[in-house]
């Protein structure tokens, strides 16, 4: 799988953005970007993935650099319950290994009241 | 739906003893993966089932874990003997398919402490 690399850790204001970056430089033409992430004490949850365009849904939105070297996953408005470790994992569709999900260390994001 | 459905929650056993972790996948998804989470080691895929068929179980530790999945709707992952570097969160998640573009639904976690 192409390599991800993220910040360690983050901090957000309560209500406010928060644009959580992922670098993927060697990223393939047929790598989907996916977005999970993983609140304390529970599993992972997906919030959100994309392929070239920029995906919008209820949770979250991810935004795509036109060389899909990395991506910004947005979320809109933080509030305490965002608080979680977000982990953007490069998922390739081209071969058997499709089904792979591999995890890294992820961005810890704390929300401050 | 309920989700992916894990049993039990938390076990505490005894090193040498053996340990059955449960899963109910959610109905008429396809694909089933078991993972363990640890501080050390991350999130890590331990084996994977498509149409209730293990394709790819590279991840699974050592002789001592085994998985079952037979049918549908029931997989068991399987410690024997239990061993304290067993320790860990084993989580089961599943999907509908398995492609890229797949979301995997995962389970709320077993909680295992071999002592």
């Known amino acids: 799988d192409a390599k991800t690399t993220q910040p360690n850790s983050m901090e957000s204001n309560e209500e406010e953005p928060v644009h959580l970056p992922c670098n993927h430089s060697?990223?393939?033409?047929?790598?989907?970007i996916h977005w999970y992430r993983q609140l304390p004490s529970q599993g992972p949850e997906y919030v959100i993935h994309?392929?070239?365009s920029n995906v919008n849904n209820r949770m979250a939105s991810l935004a795509i650099a036109e060389d899909r070297k990395s991506s910004t996953l947005i979320l809109h408005r933080a509030t305490l319950r965002d608080a979680a470790v977000y982990y953007c994992i490069l998922r390739d569709n081209s071969g058997a290994g499709s089904y792979q999900l591999t995890f890294g260390k992820g961005t810890k994001l704390s929300v401050i009241p | 739906d309920a989700g992916v459905i894990q049993s039990p929650r938390h076990e505490v056993t005894e090193m040498g003893q053996e340990v059955t972790l449960r899963c109910k996948p959610i109905s008429g998804h396809n694909s089933l993966f078991w993972y363990r989470q640890t501080m050390m080691r991350g999130l890590e895929l331990l084996i994977y089932?498509?149409?209730?068929?293990?394709?790819?179980d590279s991840g699974m530790p050592e002789d001592r874990f085994s998985a079952k999945m037979p049918n549908a709707s029931f997989s068991t992952l399987k410690i024997q003997p239990s061993e304290p570097r067993d320790s860990a969160v084993y989580f089961c998640a599943s999907s509908a398919g398995q492609g890229a573009y797949e979301t995997q639904y995962f389970g709320p976690g077993t909680r295992l402490l071999v002592l």
């Open positions: 089932f498509n149409n209730n068929v293990p394709i790819d």
């Open positions: 060697t990223i393939s033409g047929t790598d989907y």
């Open positions: 994309g392929l070239t």
